[in-house]
């Protein structure tokens, strides 16, 4: 018909080739993104298998400089032998590393001993643990400098690799030269040069950059040198190279928890309660902007909320721990209480009970806070001598200004927003039959929302909870701001904590690349990750479900 | 018979009794969130009120605060303004929007519009997601192994071989934090552009094709330009996540401070490698590790109060751009 109308077949060609050039594009570009996205924490996988790898004694055939190598003998390593210092040690007894802790061959097997500084009269050492060696006659040991580690043979030129904090046998050789007559370390401790009876050499390697770890040492309470009885320490640094590094996951992983544990006990009645007023009791004209107004505390940075509660929040708590003690515990059931006052009050002098409205709920709460405060000082005055800090220190619980209890406030309003917003999603899309069903049936609203409404919302609010835990598991900066950042095993509500998040932002930047505890601070990251990601999972798999079993209504 | 069914007493001021305990709770939350922004403001505020009440105050005041938001830092950041740093954060932020929207974008009409719908792409959609919540200290982590270490070192050894061992890109810098960045809000701009994708009314999507258009062509001239406020919102939001995030930065680029702008007028103007000062990490740094400790105390409010504003105005932005966003299609999806 009309000439404007066609369409030559050219152009429908270009078109169609740029539709599939363009599919094809995009096509291309996501996959590699998202293909790119799941390989980020393979590779932070990847950087912590070193770890795992294990120790080797490499035979060195190629040409070594030997002038650029400096040994140790046996004799420079110590100034003095064990067996002088302590008579009860036996003679082929060696110091390791730092002289701090002694290595034993008796006829059971390696012992280890430690030099016990603080009982400087009775039985100065301690035993700390023993290693299996089958042939213990003419065995003799060598310390590696630099490092924990030390080195058994005996003249059949059998060769191990021990680890002294870890208590492992890292690795066994059988020399080329047999029989063996001495063997020398390097002084970087990376080489070993193997002597034999009649003068003839051979260099072995020794490869064991992360001998330091084991996967017990990081979850079990390990003795250490310097240290009397066997604790979770986490202590990576110091500036002697006699220091012997100690990787504890678990004060990290308590701190974690603890610190979440204490957001969860304050956002969680907050905020469900919270959602289940706004989405089942007020009028969607007060609920459009009260959500929204809730969901700014989210808004807040981290950064912000952390610096509040370190330098403001935990002095005045220190001053005031009674009231705001008080404050947290009693404002519940003085809220109850005063309402039946209140309601009882109200129908001797009108007839029928008070309606509900976010004004009169305002003036009751605000008189209940501050009766409750005043409460609280009262309390203090009365029992526990006016000053609760210096009671609790008496009754041998540690207060620390920055603690569990004011991390537990502020990290609870930092996830309040976020169990509220989907904890209030999950019960407003429970359908609305559901409840009017239910208040037909008879029930009041109240019992229509816990009996009817709760239970079908469950999961969603679940789901909500979980992901506000994710959250506090992974929170930095508050906890870097207001945790003291001391790794204390102890869930106590007055001690500090250092949680793996702080800890990965304290020492990350200062690790050395590499390193073992630069790849222990990896693991630790990729935990985080795992535990954060299942937990999120998890919950977003619940979400899902719940809102389809929603819309068969 | 009768009788049991009969419900003595209505167990009204017990339930009123829970109603107004959880109405009391909504209010706790909001008169926590009111109590922060007005200790801030306040706080933040009094730092620029003039100390002399002569004459003029509010011209001091205004002076003041521009004093504040254009002039260097002095005395170990402990005086003067915060120039350099709020400079940095718009620098670092403005940078990821440039990574992470096409990308974002991209990934999200993928997902939406190409991907067949089945329990692989389920799972995926759901990882991204997740990654939103997954710890930002995890980011920081990686950006550092991966970029600074890996992707930085080896810039260095095929570019910059001159100059090592000193490291150019193998050192923190604004790039790396950039990149950072916008691997942290890359599922936020996913999330909003799919929600706004999945919006746009069937019948648009259908009706093109039926007059013709490729699939391409729907997609650009019709679903996109629909979906451009949606995809605006997600990067908003991505903006204000990034302006307000301290511990990842930590550990790829910021500092207490830098002595050069990121931007300057000396080849090749944006200086990719730089260090850079960042208002979050300003009032970490300021907050925790300044000698002087509480004589501090309002400078970092002043600078909380500017970050605060920062921050929620881009978030009031998003809401309002997404509540127009739902309106919008709201008629649309009544139609239906």
């Known amino acids: 018909m009309n000439q404007g109308y066609a369409i030559s077949p050219s152009y429908q060609r270009y078109r169609r080739i740029k539709d599939l050039l363009f599919r094809q594009f995009i096509r291309l570009a996501a996959v590699s993104v998202l293909l790119a996205l799941v390989s980020l924490f393979v590779f932070l996988f990847w950087e912590t298998l070193p770890l795992f790898r294990s120790a080797k004694l490499v035979d060195q055939t190629s040409e070594i400089q030997v002038q650029d190598i400096t040994l140790l003998s046996e004799a420079e390593q110590t100034t003095l032998s064990p067996h002088q210092a302590y008579p009860q040690i036996s003679a082929g007894s060696i110091w390791l590393h730092g002289d701090r802790s002694i290595i034993e061959p008796t006829p059971t097997g390696l012992i280890q001993w430690l030099v016990d500084s603080s009982h400087q009269t009775e039985s100065p050492l301690i035993l700390a643990r023993s290693f299996n060696h089958a042939r213990l006659d003419e065995l003799r040991l060598v310390a590696i400098p630099g490092s924990k580690g030390f080195i058994s043979f005996d003249p059949n030129g059998l060769i191990t690799l021990y680890h002294a904090t870890t208590g492992r046998i890292l690795a066994r050789t059988q020399s080329p030269i047999n029989p063996l007559h001495a063997v020398e370390v390097s002084s970087l401790g990376d080489l070993l040069k193997l002597t034999g009876e009649s003068g003839q050499t051979q260099w072995l390697q020794i490869n064991a950059p992360h001998a330091e770890f084991s996967w017990s040492t990081l979850w079990r309470p390990w003795l250490y040198e310097g240290h009397q009885q066997a604790d979770f320490i986490w202590q990576t640094t110091a500036n002697t190279d006699r220091f012997e590094p100690k990787f504890s996951f678990v004060p990290l992983s308590i701190g974690t928890f603890k610190a979440a544990f204490y957001a969860l006990v304050f956002a969680i009645p907050l905020a469900i309660l919270a959602a289940i007023y706004t989405a089942c009791f007020l009028p969607e004209s007060t609920r459009a902007w009260i959500k929204p107004a809730v969901e700014l505390a989210e808004a807040f940075p981290t950064v912000v909320l952390g610096f509040i509660a370190g330098m403001l929040l935990a002095p005045l708590i220190e001053l005031h721990l009674a009231r705001v003690l008080s404050l947290l515990m009693l404002t519940p059931l003085l809220l109850m209480l005063f309402y039946t006052l209140f309601h009882r009050f109200f129908i001797h002098l009108k007839g029928r009970p008070p309606t509900p409205s976010l004004l009169l709920m305002l003036m009751l709460l605000l008189v209940t806070l501050l009766i409750s405060g005043g409460l609280g000082q009262q309390i203090e005055a009365l029992f526990f001598q006016g000053d609760l800090v210096e009671w609790l220190n008496q009754q041998g619980i540690d207060y620390r200004q920055r603690n569990g209890l004011v991390i537990g406030l502020v990290m609870g309003f930092a996830i309040m927003p976020v169990i509220f917003s989907l904890a209030e999603d999950a019960l407003i899309s429970v359908p609305e039959s559901l409840r009017q069903g239910a208040m037909a049936l008879g029930a009041s609203p109240w019992q229509a929302v816990v009996k009817v409404m709760l239970p079908t919302a469950a999961a969603g609010i679940f789901a909500a909870i979980m992901i506000g835990f994710g959250r506090a598991l992974g929170e930095t900066m508050i906890l870097l701001m207001a945790s003291g950042n001391s790794p204390v095993s102890d869930f106590s509500l007055f001690e500090g904590m250092r949680s793996l998040a702080a800890n990965l932002a304290i020492e990350a930047p200062e690790a050395m690349q590499g390193s073992t505890h630069y790849r222990v601070l990896i693991l630790s990251a990729t935990l985080l990750f795992m535990l954060t990601f299942l937990m999120n999972t998890l919950a977003a798999l619940v979400r899902e479900n719940l809102y389809r079993r929603y819309r068969r209504y | ?336």
């Not at chain 2, 620029?48 to 260097?72: C, R, Y």
């Not at chain 2, 309002?298 to 751009?321: D, G, K, Y």
Request: glycine share 8%.
């Open chain 2, 1 to 336: 018979m009768l009788k049991n069914l009969v419900v003595k007493k209505p167990q009204t001021t017990q339930d009123q009794r829970w109603l107004w305990l959880s109405g009391s709770m909504l209010l706790i939350c909001l008169l926590l969130v009111a109590a922060l922004l007005f200790l801030i403001g306040v706080k933040g505020l009094s730092y620029f009120w003039p100390s002399d009440h002569t004459e003029g105050v509010w011209k001091s005041f205004f002076q003041n605060i521009g004093f504040f938001l254009t002039q260097a830092p002095m005395d170990h950041n402990q005086s003067g303004g915060i120039f350099p740093a709020l400079f940095g954060t718009v620098t670092m932020v403005l940078l990821m929007t440039l990574f992470v929207t096409p990308i974002g974008v991209l990934s999200a009409v993928y997902l939406s519009e190409f991907a067949t719908q089945n329990s692989f792409t389920r799972l995926l959609r759901i990882a991204i997601y997740n990654l939103a919540g997954v710890p930002s200290i995890v980011f920081g982590v990686f950006g550092l192994i991966f970029f600074v270490y890996i992707l930085g070192g080896s810039i260095d050894q095929l570019f910059f071989s001159d100059n090592l061992p000193t490291p150019t890109y193998g050192t923190p810098g604004l790039i790396w934090v950039s990149l950072t960045l916008a691997l942290l809000t890359l599922p936020v701009v996913i999330v909003a552009t799919e929600e706004g994708l999945s919006r746009i009314p069937e019948n648009y999507r259908s009706g093109c094709l039926a007059l013709g258009a490729t699939q391409s062509e729907m997609l650009w001239k019709v679903v996109l330009p629909l979906t451009t406020p949606a995809m605006l919102t997600g990067v908003i939001l991505a903006i204000a996540r990034a302006a307000g995030e301290v511990a990842p930065l930590m550990l790829v680029g910021v500092v207490r401070s830098a002595p050069e702008l990121p931007i300057d007028s000396t080849f090749p103007f944006l200086h990719l490698d730089r260090n850079v000062m960042h208002l979050g990490y300003h009032i970490f740094d300021l907050g925790m590790q300044s000698p002087v400790g509480s004589d501090v105390m309002p400078i970092v409010f002043a600078a909380s109060l500017v970050l605060i504003t920062l921050v929620l105005m881009l978030n009031l932005t998003a809401i309002i751009i997404r509540q127009g966003l739902r309106r919008r299609f709201h008629q649309y999806s009544q139609q239906q």
